[in-house]
């Protein structure tokens, strides 16, 4: 069963910068798809990023130019560099493997 663990969220104010990580137990990592979703109070669940095994990426137009995913394939390990942030990026930041497995979720607060 893959396990995700996740660290690197907290409390930010606008403008600033976090990186979240996303560890995965899993064998032969490079092959899957590795996502970021978010959730704010009162709202559902939405698809912020997404990178293939080949490293192609996505992302939500809401983080465009300011959100990067990436992966480090010996690490097994995905990253979310999220810049220029805003209140409205807070959220609880959950780690997806395979669109089959969720992470525990990690706080994302901004504001000043």
């Known amino acids: 069963q893959v396990q995700l663990v996740e660290s690197g969220g907290g409390l930010v104010q606008p403008g600033g910068s976090l990186r979240l990580s996303c560890t995965a137990s899993?064998?032969?990592?490079?092959?899957?798809?590795m996502s970021w979703y978010r959730q704010a109070p009162g709202k559902q669940r939405e698809l912020v990023a997404i990178?293939?095994?080949?490293?192609?990426?996505n992302y939500a137009d809401s983080v465009k130019g300011r959100f990067t995913i990436s992966r480090d394939n010996a690490k097994k390990t995905v990253y979310l560099q999220m810049n220029a942030l805003k209140p409205e990026d807070t959220a609880i930041y959950y780690c997806n493997f395979n669109s089959l497995t969720w992470g525990q979720g990690t706080q994302v607060t901004v504001s000043s």
């Open positions: 990178i293939t095994g080949g490293s192609n990426t």
């Open positions: 899993v064998d032969r990592f490079n092959f899957y798809p």
